[in-house]
């Protein structure tokens, strides 16, 4: 059963005088998500020059390396991040599974596995993105559509009800992309937490931990509306403390649902590359969950 209320207790109980690590894994990546941020707002932006018809043909040559550079550092940005999101994730499924202090070297230790983080990262951005193209057609039929109305019927009244629809069913096309980044929301843990599950096969397993719950993993998400509020109004201060709550709730769900995999047969063991010797702690009987919430 997916009970997102323990999972939060859980976060609290684990983030319990061990909050600095964590404080220092999010500040650091704050600091180089602005870096980015900041050299790409020294860019030219042809899409913000073509809504004002401010586009310099003559000169667009600085456009063409903009947006190369842009579409560079994008890429950058994801391989950095999922980096970081990788290493950070280590020291959260540490924290998850044994009240031990944890360390700085922790995370150092999980940045030295780039390449599988790079992999997971740049596979599961692939997917979205495909299925992100599904709005496209849709884009294309409905603004088809619009033309046609508008050339026969000329109404400018009925054009200006139209486009706000279209922007909804346009919207609408990424619905399909929105559900399935909670399909391959589990792999970044699953290729984390064991050595022989690579990229591919980490959004193979996090889709099959998945089904059927992708629901409640939307409505834990929701949950945490209020404090990315507090965040935005703290601008951003209330993040150091906020995003490792929601990591760790985040892991101890991903815990729950792999538990529940493997019991029910959709996942196992050998899928994991472990042996039932090597077994964590959390996929037996009694779990490190379960003895904290008789603390609770």
Not at 75 to 84: Q, R
Request: aromatic share 12%.
């Amino acid at each position: 059963m997916f009970d997102r209320i323990k999972y939060k207790q859980f976060a609290l109980i684990q983030l319990n005088k061990r909050l600095k690590i964590p404080f220092l894994m999010v500040l650091i990546t704050i600091v180089i998500s602005e870096a980015f941020n900041l050299f790409d707002n020294f860019l030219p932006d042809i899409t913000k020059d073509l809504s004002n018809n401010t586009v310099d043909f003559e000169n667009f040559q600085k456009y063409f390396i903009s947006i190369i550079v842009k579409t560079g550092i994008l890429f950058l940005t994801i391989i950095v991040m999922s980096i970081l999101q990788f290493a950070s994730n280590k020291v959260y499924l540490k924290m998850s599974k044994s009240p031990e202090p944890v360390f700085f070297n922790d995370f150092t230790d999980g940045l030295k596995d780039w390449k599988k983080a790079v992999r997971t990262g740049l596979w599961t951005f692939l997917w979205l993105f495909i299925w992100g193209l599904i709005a496209i057609p849709v884009m294309i039929i409905f603004s088809i559509l619009i033309s046609i109305i508008s050339t026969v019927l000329g109404t400018s009244e009925l054009i200006t009800v139209l486009i706000p629809i279209g922007v909804l069913i346009s919207l609408a096309g990424f619905i399909p992309m929105f559900i399935k980044s909670f399909s391959y929301s589990m792999a970044i843990y699953l290729a984390g937490e064991y050595n022989k599950v690579g990229a591919i096969k980490a959004l193979t397993l996090s889709k099959k931990i998945t089904e059927n719950h992708k629901m409640d993993l939307f409505v834990l998400s929701l949950s945490f509306l209020g404090w990315i509020l507090l965040c935005v109004l703290t601008f951003g201060i209330a993040s150091l403390w906020v995003n490792p709550y929601i990591s760790l709730t985040q892991v101890n769900a991903y815990h729950a649902l792999l538990k529940e995999a493997v019991d029910s047969g959709k996942v196992s063991l050998s899928d994991l590359g472990i042996s039932d010797e090597e077994k964590p702690v959390y996929l037996t009987d009694k779990t490190n969950q379960q003895n904290e919430e008789e603390n609770l």
